[in-house]
């Protein structure tokens, strides 16, 4: 079974608005982190926001939120108020404790924003 | 914080040639890591290099393909042996900082390769 789905290979949002970004993860530790990553075009990969499997509350760095579903096993990533230069690949990511520190990441979503 | 440089940026180079990409750690850091993407697909482990010891291979990959040097906490070179165009990807180091309320794992800017 993979361990991160993403089930979404390219999503649209209108400019100004809100759009949700689906991850599931699939793991039997009981200790684990999720990660989010951004690539745009240029290649790099750009942290976003990390929540831990312990973390009681969901994450939030700015415009972007992570809805944490521990019982679903879903991670889902929540960008408010899409600006143009949101257009990019998003990874989501998980690593587990069992596994040495050593992440895992999904298939990606391609987000375009539309003006 | 950590800020990650590689070099090269990119590179084409000849089937059957080697190339090695260098990736340097402004910070101290216990273990790196390296990736592959090929085009249009996520990433995946190549291995992991701890400083003092030998890397870690993942499934599909092997240290005569990919050898790869720590000589210390801030450094790391990943070597592709006998390149066909298969290995043509982008290369990313990457390292894994923890701190007390939040875990981030920062990446360098990548190496584009082409193998012709």
């Known amino acids: 079974a993979q361990k991160i789905t993403q089930t979404q290979p390219g999503m649209f949002v209108q400019e100004k608005e809100a759009v949700t970004l689906d991850c599931t993860y699939d793991?039997?530790?009981?200790?684990?982190?999720l990660f989010w990553y951004k690539q745009p075009s240029s290649g790099e990969m750009i942290f976003l926001i990390y929540?831990?499997?312990?973390?009681?509350q969901n994450a939030t760095e700015g415009r972007y939120s992570l809805n944490f579903q521990k019982a679903r096993k879903s991670a889902n990533l929540v960008i408010s108020a899409s600006q143009l230069g949101d257009s990019a690949m998003y990874f989501c990511?998980?690593?587990?404790?069992?596994?040495?520190?050593?992440?895992?990441f999904g298939d990606g979503t391609t987000l375009t924003v539309k003006p | 914080s950590a800020v990650i440089s590689q070099k090269p940026s990119r590179d084409i180079c000849q089937r059957g040639t080697s190339l090695t990409i260098q990736c340097q750690v402004d910070?101290?850091?216990?273990?790196m890591f390296w990736y592959r993407q090929q085009p249009g697909q996520s990433l995946t482990l190549i291995a992991t290099?701890?400083?003092?010891?030998?890397?870690?291979?993942e499934s599909g990959f092997v240290i005569d393909k990919f050898p790869i040097s720590r000589p210390n906490l801030t450094f790391s070179t990943l070597t592709v042996s006998n390149m066909s165009p298969e290995d043509s990807s982008i290369y990313l180091c990457?390292?894994?900082?923890?701190?007390?309320?939040?875990?981030?794992?920062?990446f360098g800017p990548g190496t584009r390769l082409t193998v012709l």
């Open positions: 990457s390292v894994e900082i923890f701190g007390t309320s939040t875990d981030t794992q920062y």
């Open positions: 793991t039997s530790d009981q200790s684990y982190g």
């Open positions: 929540q831990g499997s312990y973390d009681e």
């Open positions: 990511a998980m690593r587990e404790e069992t596994n040495a520190g050593k992440s895992t």
């Open positions: 910070s101290q850091v216990t273990m």
């Open positions: 290099a701890n400083q003092g010891s030998e890397a870690t291979y």
